[in-house]
Nanobody, 123 residues
């Protein structure tokens, strides 16, 4: 049984940093992604990482501020978020892409999801 569990969300001020973690069980070496969804908005891609960490992809608005990484020995994926802005406020989800392969931004291509972690950035 696949399970993804996010942690590390919280309430911070603009300019602060947070690190989200996603602990995976029941699967290994899969392409992973972070997505976010703000109230009333579509779920959007934030960052993705290949199975070995050799390739990463970022949504334009987070480039240079967010870093995705993984530790396969711990079956954990991270999202380091620096210089946070109020517009980064959302529920953040980690997801595993079925069958691995290329990093894609379409959320429907990811078959396993965590429960979400709330990130709130105040001005």
């Amino acid at each position: 049984q696949v399970q993804l569990v996010e942690s590390g969300g919280g309430l911070v001020q603009a300019g602060d940093s947070l690190r989200l973690s996603c602990a995976a069980s029941g699967l290994t070496f899969s392409t992973m992604g972070w997505f976010r969804q703000a109230p009333g908005k579509e779920r959007e891609f934030v960052a993705g990482i290949s199975w070995n960490g050799g390739r990463t992809v970022y949504e334009d608005s987070v480039k240079g501020r967010f870093t995705i990484s993984r530790d396969n020995a711990k079956n954990t994926v991270y999202l380091q978020m620096n210089s946070l802005k109020p517009e980064d406020t959302a529920v953040y989800y980690c997801a595993a892409k079925i069958g691995g392969g290329l990093i894609v931004k379409e959320w429907r291509r990811y078959g396993y999801w965590g429960q979400g972690a709330q990130v709130t950035v105040s001005a």
